[in-house]
C-alpha cells in the first residue's frame, strides 16, 4: 500500500469542483482588499490572473463586482464567455513566464461543467476560487520563497496532500514538470505554479484511476490490456 490516505489537493472539492463553494454562489468575502478594492500587489506571486485592466461592463445582478470585473478583462473580445486562448493570456506565473497550454486545456476541462468549450460566468466563479486556493497552497509549500517548488516541497506537498511516493517517483515527477531540465549531476529545478498544480492534479487523478481497479485497497492490481488502455484513455 503505497498510496497513501487517499488525499485530495487543497479544499477537498472533488474533482472539477470548486473547493468549497457552488457554482454561481459569490465567494464569501473579498479577496484581499474591499469589494471593488484593486488586489493586493502580492497577489500574483506564485501564480494566477494578471491585473484587470479595466473598462467594463456593469455585472449582472448579485454578481461580485470584482469577480465579474475580472472576468470582463480576461473576456478581451466581450463574447460574454472565456475561450482557451483568452484565458492563456490571462494567466502568468509569478516570474510572469505564461501558463503552459496544458495546463489552460487542465483547467478549461475541469470548469467548463456544460461542456460548451467556453467558460461562462458562472463558471468563471469556480476557476477563480480554485487558482486564489492553489496560490496559497503554493505559497505554504514554497517555504524559501523562491518563487517555485523544489524537490523537498514537492514531497512535502504530495505527502500532505496523502501521496506518499516513494523518492523515485518523486524525482521522476519533478524531472518530469520542472520548469528547466537538469544541469548534469545538480539538483533538479523548480516547478513553477502552473505546473505545480497540474502536477498534483494528475497526481491525484492517476491515484483515483488506480484506486478505481484496487477495489479492496491492497495497493495492487491485476488488470488486462484493455482495462489499462481504456483506463489511460479516459484520463483528462
Ligand atoms: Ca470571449
Ligand atoms: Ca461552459
Ligand atoms: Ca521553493
Same mark, same amino acid.
Given at each position: ?76 473580445? &466581450? #463574447?460574454? #464567455? ?6 492563456? &493570456? *490571462? =494567466? ?8 503552459? =497550454? ?22 468563471? *466563479? ?12 503554493? &505559497? ?17 506537498? =504530495? *505527502? ?5 511516493? #516513494? ?28 505546473? +505545480? ?8 487523478? =492517476? ?9 479492496? &485497497? ?9 482495462? +489499462? ?8
Amino acid at each position: 500500500m503505497s498510496y497513501g490516505g487517499y488525499g485530495a489537493p487543497p479544499g477537498g472539492g472533488g474533482y472539477g469542483a470548486p473547493p468549497g463553494g457552488g457554482y454561481g454562489a459569490p465567494p464569501g468575502g473579498g479577496y484581499g482588499g474591499g469589494y471593488g478594492a484593486p488586489p493586493p500587489a502580492n497577489s500574483g506571486y506564485g501564480g494566477g490572473f494578471a491585473p484587470p485592466g479595466g473598462g467594463h461592463r456593469g455585472p449582472p445582478p448579485g454578481a461580485d463586482p470584482q469577480l465579474w470585473n475580472w472576468f470582463t478583462s480576461v473576456d478581451t473580445d &466581450r #463574447s460574454g #464567455s472565456i475561450t482557451a486562448p483568452e484565458l492563456e &493570456r *490571462a =494567466l502568468i506565473n509569478g516570474d510572469w513566464t505564461p501558463f503552459d =497550454l496544458d495546463t489552460v486545456k487542465l483547467l478549461m476541462s475541469m470548469f467548463d461543467v456544460d461542456r460548451s468549450g467556453t467558460i461562462t460566468f458562472n463558471e468563471f *466563479a469556480g476557476l477563480w476560487k480554485y487558482i486564489k486556493d492553489w496560490q496559497n497552497v503554493f &505559497r505554504h509549500f514554497d517555504r524559501d520563497r523562491s518563487g517555485s517548488i523544489d524537490g523537498p516541497e514537492l514531497r512535502d506537498a =504530495l *505527502a500532505q496532500f496523502g501521496y506518499n511516493l #516513494s523518492p523515485q517517483l518523486l524525482d521522476l515527477v519533478q524531472r518530469k514538470y520542472a520548469n528547466q531540465t537538469a544541469v548534469h549531476g545538480g539538483p533538479p529545478p523548480g516547478i513553477s505554479f502552473d505546473r +505545480f498544480v497540474r502536477a498534483c492534479v494528475v497526481v491525484k487523478q =492517476l491515484t483515483e484511476a488506480f484506486q478505481k481497479i484496487d477495489t479492496d &485497497r491492497d495497493g495492487w492490481i491485476q488488470i488486462n490490456y484493455d482495462q +489499462f488502455m481504456q483506463t489511460v484513455l479516459t484520463l483528462p
